[in-house]
T-cell receptor
Framework: DAKTTQPNSMESNEEEPVHLPCNHS???????IHWYRQLPSQGPEYVIH???SNVNNRMASLAIAEDRKSSTLILHRATLRDAAVYYC?????????????FGQGTILTVHP | EADIYQTPRYLVIGTGKKITLECSQT?????MYWYQQDPGMELHLIHY???????EKGDLSSESTVSRIRTEHFPLTLESARPSHTSQYLC?????????FGPGTRLTVT
């Protein structure tokens, strides 16, 4: 399975944008890029996903490089509630879609 | 909001006991998953199911077993609990693109 690489931790100030990077240089053509986050003492929560094009939803935006070897999760205005571990995960399309391999993720700290 | 439930939320039990962790969902999703997560560590997939009577082992070897007799339920069983089984167990279902996670069961084996 293709792996992802993320920084161990990042910090942001409240109400500022946050750009969380993810490298996935061995991504295959059928791999979807997913982002989940896990708040303290909770199960993971879906944030966004994409295949080739940039994506926007109410929580965040996902910018995917043209060669798909990297992507960036963008939180447009960080709040204290956004402090969490953010996971960038590849999931192959087809029957095995949904088998997620979580890495260490990026610990995001948001300062008031 | 996703309707996925796990019981109990917390369980402290002695070594050698048999335990069953319950996971239920009301969304009618076929695909369900069990993950194990130690404090401060990453999640590991230990079991998954693609539908009734379908169960497979995940990436991390586990002494637990699962069953899928009904779409709504995906219980996990440990025949003889040991201290090494102390961990958080998270259940999830697969929607069209996203997984919905339950609140987890925090298991402590003494």
């Amino acid at each position: 399975d293709a792996k992802t690489t993320q920084p161990n931790s990042m910090e942001s100030n409240e109400e500022e944008p946050v750009h969380l990077p993810c490298n996935h240089s061995t991504i295959s053509g059928t791999d979807y890029i997913h982002w989940y986050r896990q708040l303290p003492s909770q199960g993971p929560e879906y944030v966004i996903h994409g295949l080739t094009s940039n994506v926007n939803n109410r929580m965040a935006s996902l910018a995917i490089a043209e060669d798909r070897k990297s992507s960036t999760l963008i939180l447009h205005r960080a709040t204290l509630r956004d402090a969490a571990v953010y996971y960038c995960i590849l999931s192959r399309g087809g029957t095995s879609y949904g088998k997620l391999t979580f890495g260490q993720g990026t610990i995001l700290t948001v300062h008031p | 909001e996703a309707d996925i439930y796990q019981t109990p939320r917390y369980l402290v039990i002695g070594t050698g006991k048999k335990i069953t962790l319950e996971c239920s969902q009301t969304m009618g999703h076929d695909k369900m998953y069990w993950y194990q997560q130690d404090p401060g560590m990453e999640l590991h997939l230990i079991h998954y199911s693609y539908g009734v009577n379908s169960t497979e082992k995940g990436d991390l070897s586990s002494e637990s077993t699962v069953s899928r007799i009904r779409t709504e339920h995906f219980p996990l069983t440990l025949e003889s609990a040991r201290p090494s089984h102390t961990s958080q167990y998270l259940c999830a279902t697969q929607g069209r693109f996203e997984q919905y996670f339950g609140p987890g069961t925090r298991l402590t084996v003494t």
